[in-house]
């Protein structure tokens, strides 16, 4: 029962995060053409369940002109909208409300900033908090994404054994975060990681949508290629467990994956994305129509 549609309007991002897993920066390649919004948009009526669609990156805002388009098409089509963006064009409160005012006329549904040292310094003018301002007083949703550097906090974790440590910050361990964020971090022994707990690969409520056509059920893990094969039939026919990569994940998680396809691996990672994603980029160039673009896995 997918309703939500988010596009990742473009790789290419102003800022290059450690946390990113996406591995966005101003060099990234990929950014969707107006027309291929519009093709995107004629499958979405054909699936008949979709309710919102997101306009993320990358930074939207780089590709203003195409967002609004692609914001208009969707409000006209009877979806909601939101949006993601790192808030770097909001210089003052007043100059944000510029860029905000047509976004309110589109009539948004969310906006969400990222507010926090990832993308801003605690000396400037804090761009989130200039356009949380100004959104507010035009009236639209808005809310903030706020991701810390890693902490190990103490506790109880229901999804590790009992008195585990737990990783708090709300970085996910994946994409350049892999690279950047582990270093000395506890890890538990991979044997534990028989499931995915963030996503539902038997059953998306929503994917994101690349401009290389690829649908992203987690980031670098394609039910398809729109461009080969329509959207709407991809998501007709998606079948989790005869993928070669969702299979195992639903099975017995990443744990399954690498005894499934014989991966050398460590015997401790940080957590079931950190797994994951390793055991994926071994694969990468074994199954390349299904973990792809190569780039989110920092190879392009």
């Known amino acids: 029962m997918l309703t939500g549609i988010h596009f990742l309007l473009t790789y290419t991002c102003n800022f290059g ?22 093709k995107v948009f004629s499958e979405m009526t054909r699936i008949g369940t979709i309710e919102w669609v997101y306009f993320e990156g990358g930074e939207p805002f780089l590709f203003y002109p195409l967002m609004l388009e692609g914001i208009r098409i969707a409000r006209d089509a009877g979806f909601k909208t939101g949006i993601v963006t790192n808030a770097y064009w909001a210089t003052s409160v007043e100059d944000a409300g510029l860029w905000l005012k ?17 993308h801003h310094t605690e000396e400037e003018d804090n761009p989130a908090k200039l356009a949380l301002t100004a959104a507010k007083r035009l009236g639209i949703p808005v809310d903030t994404i706020c991701i810390e550097e890693p902490t190990i906090e103490t506790g109880i974790d229901k999804e590790q054994e009992k008195g585990a440590p737990v990783i708090g910050g709300g970085a996910m361990f994946k994409g350049r975060a892999v690279e950047k964020l582990t270093e000395g971090l506890p890890r538990r022994q991979w044997e534990e990681f028989t499931q995915c707990p963030h996503e539902d690969l038997e059953d998306p409520k929503r994917v994101h949508l690349d401009s290389y056509g690829n649908v992203h059920l987690c980031q670098g893990l394609s039910m398809g290629n729109m461009e080969e094969t329509p959207l709407s039939l991809l998501v007709k026919n998606h079948n989790a467990l ?16 690498a005894k499934e396809y014989d991966v050398k691996h460590e015997d401790k990672y940080v957590d079931e994305c950190h797994f ?8 990468i160039d074994r199954f390349p129509q299904h973990l792809t673009p190569r780039q989110v896995y920092g190879l392009e």
């Open 17 to 38: 995060c450690d946390h990113c897993f996406l591995y966005c920066g101003p060099d990234a390649k990929g950014t969707f053409t107006l027309n291929k919004l519009r």
């Open 102 to 118: 047509p976004l309110n006329e589109l009539e948004v549904a969310d906006l969400s900033l990222s507010d926090d040292l990832f």
């Open 242 to 257: 005869s993928h070669p990569i969702c299979g195992p994940l639903v099975r017995g998680g990443p744990a399954l994956l």
């Open 276 to 283: 994951c994603y390793l055991v994926r980029l071994a694969l």
